[in-house]
Antibody
Framework: EVQLVQSGAEVKKPGESLKVSCKGS???????????IGWVRQMPGKGLEWVGI????????RYNPSFQGQVTISADKSITTAYLQWGSLKASDTAMYYC????????????????WGQGTTVTVSS | DIQMTQSPSSVSASVGDRVTITCRAS??????LVWYQQKPGKAPKRLIY???SLQSGVPSRFSGSGSGTDFTLTISSLQPEDFATYYC?????????FGQGTKLEIK
């Protein structure tokens, strides 16, 4: 069964750094590296926000301008894992973060996010 | 960025009812529209992609239609497990943007 398994909940202080992971299992190496992996933020009680997306095969990455410079998306295809990281957390980063596979049809057009991770809760509080 | 506007923001309905949720894009997105269902404490689940293609395993009471800027998600006969929040997402161009969500509640 193809699935994405995310790292566990994090509690951090403002200004600290953090890297959360999203590991593909049940994927062949080729299928992971040829799938885009996207990240979505959901703040408490709020809707879904698309953060960005990475293609593990060549690390091509696209960001939502609202998140550009605030987070870094990366991937290590050798261990079928994608990452979302912060250099200096703020209280406003408190949210649930999901990763999900995204299959692109052509150019930037896609069929949406199909296989989802279970989510990682990030809490930033002094 | 393309803005996605869903309506209504919330709707109350009964088991067996037919419900329609609409989603409007600020610019034309052809058929690159996706619908998701999210239940409390769970990850979203893709229901419909490419505006009208049903995700494998999703009941046929769910259907999607539309192209360009106006789209609809229809649930033909509500079941108890359908009470959830529904989101549309445009997947035509980066950044992919979501609608604000429609909460479907039991009447």
């Amino acid at each position: 069964e193809v699935q994405l398994v995310q790292s566990g909940a994090e509690v951090k202080k403002p200004g600290e750094s953090l890297k959360v992971s999203c590991k593909g299992s049940g994927f062949s190496f080729n299928s992971f590296t040829s799938s885009w992996i996207g990240w979505v933020r959901q703040m408490p009680g709020k809707g879904l926000e698309w953060v960005g997306i990475i293609y593990p095969g060549d690390s091509d990455t696209r960001y939502n301008p609202s998140f550009q410079g605030q987070v870094t998306i990366s991937a290590d295809k050798s261990i079928t894992t994608a990452y979302l990281q912060w250099g200096s957390l703020k209280a406003s980063d408190t949210a649930m973060y999901y990763c999900a596979t995204t299959r692109l049809a052509a150019a930037s057009r896609a069929y949406g996010m199909d296989v989802w991770g279970q989510g990682t809760t990030v809490t930033v509080s002094s | 960025d393309i803005q996605m506007t869903q309506s209504p923001s919330s709707v109350s309905a009964s088991v067996g009812d037919r419900v329609t949720i609409t989603c409007r894009a600020s610019h034309g997105i052809s058929s690159w529209l996706v619908w998701y269902q999210q239940k409390p404490g769970k990850a979203p689940k893709r229901l419909i992609y490419a505006a009208s293609s049903l995700q494998s395993g999703v009941p046929s009471r769910f259907s999607g239609s539309g192209s360009g800027t106006d789209f609809t998600l229809t649930i033909s006969s509500l079941q108890p497990e359908d009470f959830a929040t529904y989101y549309c997402q445009q997947a035509n161009s980066f950044p992919y943007t979501f609608g604000q969500g429609t909460k479907l509640e039991i009447k």
